[in-house]
DNA sequence: AACTCACTTGCAAGTCATTTGCAACAAGAC
DNA sequence: GTCTTGTTGCAAATGACTTGCAAGTGAGTT
């Protein structure tokens, strides 16, 4: 969170100037979103968002974390084996690690890592638009 | 392709030894594997095999592709917004980029992030039980 | 070579996360 | 408040893969 993080007031009215519609319902996940500290799926989210908007439908969820995802409000990640999670990209970028005996998702940054891939790629003429990084971890048995 | 690569016969001996009966499915597939240079999908896979193995079904092909990435013969990747890609086990540990614009897979390896990996990891209690890294970029505009 | 039988296969049907068609609904510009 | 067009809920569709089952077949055994 280095950068200045956009108000609540302020992603509605860049979603409103991009002529997306703040329904009752975008406006509950973006604030489930906004103050999730996890990384949870769809169900939870639709969990999450019946509180503030009862009888919000799933599909619902799934078509606005799309929406919010191309209007690089939210990001998906796509851990082996398990439904797409999402968090709120209103954070400084960073990888995770995964727990593969709990599932608990770790989140790290290096920029070092982040120079040397920069640098492979343009080795190769290339320049990175994203990536992805996950390391499945298990804690170290200190024995 | 450091260490010494297994022949086709010690591969299927290793699987006679786990109890896994190599059929003419799959050794057809071990073989369009250990042939192929890129990294082929399941139906691509079961087009390659039609060939050793007229009439083979596209449920083999799966089953058989878990079982092999089970006895750790092959690797399983899940690129974003593709299906399933595969390639032998028999080469040295290495992560992709995906030319967004064409799709292509290139390979890559670099010590030194898989050293920084492994250091993150044990900073924070953990040791890595496998990893996935996948670039996705674009050819350098070089104007 | 014949025998045996647990492991495999092909096919059809099932899963499961996510997407989509559509008519009723509701932001928000005027 | 009215109007226009983007949105929603619901049910049905997708797509990649998985699975039940009866028929088939590796490969150890005689
Ligand atoms: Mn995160
Ligand atoms: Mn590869
Ligand atoms: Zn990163
Ligand atoms: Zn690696």
Redesign the interface.
């Known amino acids: 969170m280095n950068e200045r993080m956009k108000s609540i007031e302020e992603m509605t009215q860049a979603l409103r100037d991009a002529g997306i519609r703040v329904t009752r319902q975008r406006a509950a996940l973006l604030s489930v979103l906004a103050e999730a500290g996890d990384h949870p799926d769809a169900p939870e989210l639709h969990r999450r968002a019946e509180a503030a908007v009862p009888g919000i439908s799933l599909s619902t969820v799934y078509r606005t974390l799309s929406t919010l995802e191309s209007q690089g409000v939210i990001q998906r990640h796509?851990f082996?084996g398990a439904s797409a999670r999402f968090e709120s990209a209103e954070t400084d970028h960073h990888d995770h690690?995964i727990?593969?005996d709990t599932g608990e998702v770790?989140e790290?940054a290096?920029d070092?890592?982040e120079r040397?891939?920069a640098e492979?790629?343009?080795e190769?003429?290339?320049?990175?638009?994203?990536?992805?990084?996950?390391?499945?971890?298990?804690?170290?048995s200190?024995s």
Chains 1, 2 share one sequence.
Do not use: N, P, W
Request: avoid cysteine; charge should be negative.
């Open positions: 796509q082996e690690m727990d593969v770790i790290f290096s070092r890592i040397l891939q492979i790629a343009a190769l003429g290339y320049e990175i638009v994203h990536h992805r990084m996950e390391l499945y971890v298990r804690k170290t200190d």
